[in-house]
């Protein structure tokens, strides 16, 4: 029997349980099958692109990566892997990645199947560009009063 996951979210400021980056280990080794693999492959290429990314585990049980903001999510469903990238309308996507969600205004997202072969060089330019997005829109940091 699967065991079930908290719904709290958890970051890697929190320390009262597994960090994010354990969760999705989990989440990985429960999938077992291509999803999983698929789902380790995407997080591999995210951390390529980004090295300094934040992993985060929200909405009881979503693989998120952050930069300056979410880049991207990674949900496993039973046909699809499916990276959900938070400002994907915003971005440009010359190698056209984006095939899922591209009604809304403001995310985009990339369903892949089983056995379908991932273009690492666009996403990872994909995610480098949500990446210089999100780090555009930070706000500055707030001067305290004394």
């Not at 380790?40 to 992993?55: H, T």
């Not at 205004?105 to 060089?121: H, L, M, S, T, Y």
């Not at 999100?134 to 009063?145: E, F, G, I, L, T």
Request: hydrophobic fraction near 40%; include cysteine.
């Amino acid at each position: 029997m699967k065991q079930a996951v908290t719904a709290k979210k958890t970051s890697a400021k929190d320390a009262t349980g597994p960090s994010p980056s354990k969760l999705i280990d989990g989440r990985i080794k429960e999938l077992g099958d291509w999803r999983g693999e698929m789902l380790a492959r995407v997080r591999g290429l995210i951390k390529e692109a980004a090295p300094d990314v934040i992993e985060e585990w929200k909405w009881r049980g979503v693989p998120v990566w952050e930069h300056d903001g979410i880049i991207c999510t990674g949900e496993t469903y039973k046909a699809v892997v499916k990276m959900t990238f938070a400002k994907g309308a915003a971005l440009a996507d010359p190698a056209g990645l984006f095939n899922s969600s591209l009604d809304g205004n403001v995310r985009r997202a990339i369903d892949i199947r089983e056995g379908e072969k991932i273009n690492e060089k666009a996403l990872k330019a994909l995610i480098r560009a949500a990446m210089e997005l999100n780090a555009s829109k930070k706000k500055p940091a707030r001067k305290r009063s004394a």
